[in-house]
């Protein structure tokens, strides 16, 4: 008996089988970064993430197998941490229930929209002599905005269009930067007082550059979902946003526009919803699509020289003097 195998391997030599595969064991200190040869550098890698992967699928198994046994006596689960549920509150957050924060919707500029006083009619234009690319994304954010209008610029001063826009009774002005043919920042100003938010635009993508996008919109007003606008900033950010829209949505159309803000980077979502059962319901997007980031917010209507800024994106220095940003739009 001395010398035989006892394990898998030697009871399957014996048994004239194939050998059991090796396992894989890489050191406790191994770097796949060290290995010269970029091909086995990749190879060695993969093979490492298998291992890990195993791993971490068997620690799983091994928990949820003391759960079950322990019953009813299993500790409850522990929370993952994330950036989200890591951040410092916010002072400002908005209580929906503040009596201050009633009074200040009921008495600012989006009141009269709100009241049901008047009706969006939204301008969208360019920066000055727009390329190609510029003028689509103006066209096809026309089409998810009801009652708005693309106008072709043409050297005309921003102070100009201005009071154009309001003796034409639009309630809301938009103005699309670009640099070099690329669209790079959004202007939305509030008529006739303002106030007016500057955004860094990116991640532009025209529906046909949407992977699986849905057919073309139709002329139905689109339901709007605002996600985590839930500071003081956050709200007047939000209520400008659903004061392009009008109230009563058509729901016939199934179609809903979101503008979700995450870590401060505010992501536009134009979408249909699709009934497949009773039960089950499936999206197409139909695009465009864009990343918003909040620059700053000015009282009054675009000046950029003598304009009173309310709120201003700056960096400040913190205790180790790495960057930190001012001003936050959301707590999640």
């Not at 046994?69 to 522990?78: Q, V």
């Not at 106030?195 to 849905?214: D, N, Q, W, Y």
Request: net charge positive; glycine share 6%; proline share 7%.
């Amino acid at each position: 008996m001395a010398g035989g195998g006892s394990g898998p391997a030697g009871s399957a030599e014996e048994d004239g089988g194939p050998p059991a595969p090796e396992r894989v064991l890489f050191p406790p200190t191994f770097s796949v970064s060290e290995i010269k040869n970029k091909q086995r550098r990749h190879f060695m890698f993969l093979r490492w993430k298998q291992q890990q992967r195993k791993e971490k699928l068997a620690a799983k198994k091994k928990r949820r197998k003391e759960r079950e046994a322990l019953g009813d006596k299993a500790p409850p689960k522990a929370v993952p941490k994330t950036i989200e549920n890591q951040r410092v509150y916010d002072e400002t957050t908005v209580d929906p229930n503040d009596e201050e924060v009633a009074f200040d919707e009921a008495t600012d500029e989006f009141a009269p929209y709100f009241n049901r006083q008047t009706v969006p009619k939204i301008l969208i234009t360019t920066s000055d002599r727009p390329r190609g690319r510029t003028m689509r994304f103006c066209e096809q954010l026309s089409t998810v905005i009801p009652n708005s209008h693309v106008y072709y610029r043409r050297g005309l001063a921003l102070k100009r269009i201005i009071p154009q826009c309001i003796a034409r009774d639009f309630t809301d002005l938009i103005i699309i930067n670009e640099d070099r043919k690329i669209p790079n920042g959004l202007v939305l100003s509030h008529l006739p007082d303002g106030p007016t938010a500057h955004f860094r635009m990116s991640s532009v993508r025209l529906r046909k550059e949407i992977k699986r996008k849905g057919k073309e919109p139709t002329e139905h007003v689109p339901e709007v979902i605002l996600n985590n606008f839930t500071t003081r900033l956050g709200h007047s950010v939000g209520r400008m946003f659903a004061s392009l829209f009008p109230h009563d949505p058509q729901f016939i159309g199934r179609q809903v526009a979101t503008f979700h803000n995450q870590r401060d980077y505010i992501f536009f979502r134009f979408h249909r919803y699709i009934f497949k059962s009773e039960k089950k319901v499936g999206i197409q997007e139909l695009g465009p699509r864009f990343t918003l980031k909040l620059r700053s917010l000015q009282k009054g209507t675009f000046d950029s020289k003598f304009g009173e800024y309310e709120w201003i994106h700056k960096v400040r220095l913190s205790h180790n003097n790495s960057p930190a940003w001012e001003g936050r739009l959301n707590l999640t």
